[in-house]
């Protein structure tokens, strides 16, 4: 018994718990990790990090005239902060935020239902905008649901100082029919505050080929409001298996099991891995990672942050095994990209449900929609796929990525120097 479907169901509804990151509750989930690894006489350790916590003491929103209402809203972190009674100005709805809709916006309040990238909130601050308003959620969530809004923080330059708070878009509707003639935004923090969060890992040593590494990686945070089963309780109970799987069948590669916090805030703890462990990153010649399977209606994904040749072969074994899967050449929402940046040819293998089907990052990402016989069909066609790549004469994993995958790492890295730069530039101010 190398693998066992029992044993991982009874793990991943033990696992089934909010665990947010920098929260008590993820630290909960990784000592429970670490555990089971010992369980299975695997050392296992955790490697902590900081992370970014802005902390909000206070948050309102209400119209002020002619009538005044409140709303519910919450704040966003590290995005700014009001006086103590708060800032009133006039309401204006910039949809997207484009250049046309920023055109008026100096001294106003910004209620904003596109995507708000840094540039958009500085876009809005370089024309004179006092505050804005993003929106979440559908029109059609149930009433329990739109009580959910998920806590998000600001990439902007905090420089600029905009406060911003998240509503429910059935509100921001029922607030631009309301043609407000003046709101008022409060919010009070400490977004420069900092938080602790870990990465659990463990080691199984290979024998004569112990020099390379084939790392497999799952994020085991997950968002508030969400128990996240699925994601990514899902993924993390698949490397707990495959290390069951190789304890009792001795590699001839090292093989890492890296459960990564803070993946929910944007890859946050596989990139402190990577970073922790530089020096090493040249030994890693694969990154395997997991995000999301087990649910009963969907299908199998590949996505591949290597060469194409990986993706071949992939192909090449999953039709030798008969396993149904879609392939991309791509970089993954994941923790796979972290691996990639840092120069790991990496992938990441999903069940993703089809539209209607299972939903995450809110209350209902439970058991509800998972199986333990289609959280096997990925498990059991990895165990074959990794034991070949682990356990072959040489390495089969070229070290390089095909150009599209190179071309969108060099703009993640230009991304990341730019806010790495930011910082720095801030913390040499401030010395
Ligand atoms: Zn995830």
Redesign the pocket.
Known sequence: MSVCKERAWETLTKLSFERVTGTEAEKKAAEFLKSECEKAGVEAHLEEYEIDNPIIHEVSFKTTKPVEESYHVIGIGGSGTTPDEGIRAPLVYIENGNDVNLADIKGKICLITGPTMPKKIEAMAKKGAVGFIAVHGTFYDEDSLKQELRPRNSRADKKYNLPGVVMQISDAEKLVRSHPEEVEIVLKQDGEAKGKAQNVVATIEGTDLKDEIVAFSA?YDSVPYSPGAW??GT?SITILELMHYFAENKPRRTVKFIWCGS??IGLVGSREYCKAHKDEMDQYIFNINF??TGVTLGYEYFCCSASEEVRHALEYMAKVENYAVETKMDLYA?DSTSFAIAGVPSCSFARLAPRGGAV?HDHRDTMEHLDPDSFMITLNFVVKFSSQIINAPVNVIPRSFAPEIEKKIEERKKMMAKMEGKKEEKETKAA
């Open positions: 994020h994601d990514n993924g993946e929910e995000d999301m994941s995450i």
